[in-house]
């Protein structure tokens, strides 16, 4: 009998710097289908991939401080740039557990690249902070690692440019021209944009190069987390999503529908100055 406290009814919180994490969303749903999500998307103030480690890890403590007041089983940092720089602190003032992408886009990394090279490719703030190759040492020491940032791939995903427009083509091959000569048996796709641009990554890496998104590696290691716990919504039917935004709702919804591959029903503003008070 399920209980006004049962823990398996509780939702899933998720937050990214905007739009992206809702391809995280999209692997979520997809591994467990009857989980409530609410998912905050802070995007008055994305992009965070060129801020200072300490000025992401002070939105990303305001974004979960936000999402713990609906009493959520868990936690997910659905943003490479946040894992990168606030993991600790986020695990720290989380009484549920929390999924960042670093760790488990890491762990599937070193398995699918069985001792070869790793390719990573990300934000500056995620590059800069090697938080991807400590993690990949931890989880097989004396690995090999290549990080590539990739700055200009956000804005050219959130302006709606497909995977086979020009545009993304030469910027890619710009990127990846070292990535390509060095031939890694992995590539991280190590921020929520890229799998938008799955296809154009993969032309040009070619079919030895395993891709790594890390956003379904923390789906899964959602789901074996709360399936170990005995937490997973035993209801049959789809899970809700409940979607916050620090602007812009309208643009929102209409943007995250690619990222999410859903429609977006329910988007609602919450001013940045709100998020630390937590929802009313
Ligand atoms: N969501 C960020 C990430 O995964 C990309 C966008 C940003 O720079 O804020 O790193």
New binding site residues.
């Given amino acids: 009998m399920a209980s006004n406290d049962d823990r398996r009814l509780r939702p899933i919180c998720v937050f990214?710097?905007?739009l992206?994490?809702l391809t995280v969303v999209r692997e979520l749903a997809g591994a467990l289908p009857g989980e409530d999500i609410i998912y905050l998307g802070d995007t008055a103030r994305?992009?965070?991939?060129i801020k200072s480690p300490e000025t992401i890890r002070r939105f990303a403590c305001e974004d979960a401080a936000f999402l713990l007041r609906f009493n959520p089983k868990m936690l997910v940092v659905a943003?490479?740039?946040a894992s990168a720089a606030a993991v600790d602190a986020l695990v720290a003032m989380s009484p549920v557990p929390v999924i960042d992408m670093i760790r488990p886009g890491a762990a599937a990394a070193c398995e699918a690249a069985n001792g070869s090279l790793i390719g990573v490719i990300?934000?500056e703030a995620?590059v800069r902070s090697k938080a991807y190759e400590r993690a990949i040492e931890a989880c097989r020491p004396g690995s090999r690692v290549c990080s590539v940032p990739c700055p200009l791939l956000?804005p050219i995903v959130e302006e709606g440019r497909d995977a086979d427009d020009p545009i993304v083509t030469h910027v890619l091959c710009d990127y990846l021209r070292d990535m390509q000569r060095r031939r890694p048996g992995a590539l991280i796709l190590g921020?929520?944009?890229y799998p938008l641009l799955w296809d154009a990554i993969a032309k040009l890496m070619g079919p030895d190069v395993r891709l790594i998104n890390s956003g379904l590696a923390a789906a899964r290691q959602a789901q074996q987390m709360l399936d170990a716990q005995g937490e997973l919504n035993p209801r049959s039917s789809l899970g809700a999503l409940r979607c916050f935004t620090t602007d812009n709702p309208e643009r929102f919804a209409v943007l995250g529908k690619r990222f999410g591959g859903r429609d977006l029903t329910s988007v609602a503003y919450v001013g940045t100055d709100e998020l630390e008070g937590g929802p009313r």
Avoid at 46 to 49: F, H, I, K
């Fill in positions: 990214d710097s905007g992206g994490g994305v992009p965070y991939g943003c490479n740039t990300g934000t995620t956000v921020c929520t944009h």
